[in-house]
C-alpha cells in the first residue's frame, strides 16, 4: 500500500470515529517523513491467507528476539534532552563566549577612551591657539592705544607750542603798538 493510500484510509478511519476530518493533513505531509514520528523498531508486517476481509494489515506477534529487518534508525533526541544537551553545551562554551565578550567590550572601552584622549588634546590645541589669537589681539589693541596716546600728546604739544606762539606773537604785536609801555 502506497503512502498516499495509507494516508487517505487513515484520515477515513479518523473521520468515522470522530465524526469530523482531520485538519492537520498539511502539517502530516511536511512532518511524516521525520525520524520523530517513524516507529523505533520496524514492524513485520503479514497478510492473512483468509480472504474474509478483516485483519489485511496485521502485526506479525512471533519472536521478540528476532533481528529487525533493515537497519533501526535511532529517534532524535526529545525536548528535555535537547534542552539539558543544550545547556551542558552552553555551560562549557558559555565561559569561552563570555571571555571573548568581555575581551571585545574592554577593547571597545580602550578605544573609546583612546578616542576621548585625542579630541581632549585637540580640545586642548584649539583652546591654546584661541588663547594666543585672544592675546595677540589684545597686545595690538595696546598698542593701537598706546600709539593713540602718543597721537594725542603730540597734538596736545602742538597745540601748547602754537598757543604759546600765538600769545608771543600778540606780545610782541601789542609791544610794536605801544612800544613805549
Request: hydrophobic share 30%; proline share 3%; aromatic share 6%.
Amino acid at each position: 500500500m502506497l503512502d498516499a493510500d495509507k494516508t487517505t484510509h487513515a484520515a477515513a478511519n479518523f473521520a468515522g470515529i470522530l465524526k469530523h476530518n482531520f485538519e492537520y493533513l498539511h502539517c502530516w505531509e511536511i512532518m511524516k517523513d521525520e525520524p520523530k514520528w517513524q516507529d523505533p523498531k520496524p514492524r513485520a508486517f503479514a497478510k492473512s491467507a483468509g480472504g474474509d476481509g478483516f485483519g489485511e494489515d496485521t502485526i506479525n506477534l512471533g519472536d521478540d528476539n528476532s533481528s529487525p529487518t533493515g537497519s533501526a534508525e535511532k529517534r532524535p533526541m526529545g525536548r528535555d534532552s535537547a534542552k539539558a544537551a543544550k545547556k551542558k553545551a552552553n555551560s562549557s562554551t558559555g565561559s569561552a563566549s563570555s571571555l571573548e565578550y568581555a575581551s571585545r567590550m574592554q577593547d571597545l572601552s580602550l578605544q573609546k577612551i583612546s578616542i576621548l584622549q585625542e579630541e581632549s588634546v585637540r580640545k586642548n590645541d584649539r583652546f591654546q591657539q584661541l588663547a594666543f589669537i585672544d592675546k595677540k589681539r589684545f597686545e595690538e589693541m595696546r598698542s593701537h592705544n598706546q600709539s593713540l596716546l602718543l597721537i594725542e600728546q603730540e597734538k596736545i604739544q602742538i597745540m601748547r607750542e602754537k598757543h604759546d606762539m600765538e600769545t608771543r606773537k600778540r606780545r610782541r604785536s601789542k609791544r610794536m603798538k605801544d612800544p613805549w609801555d
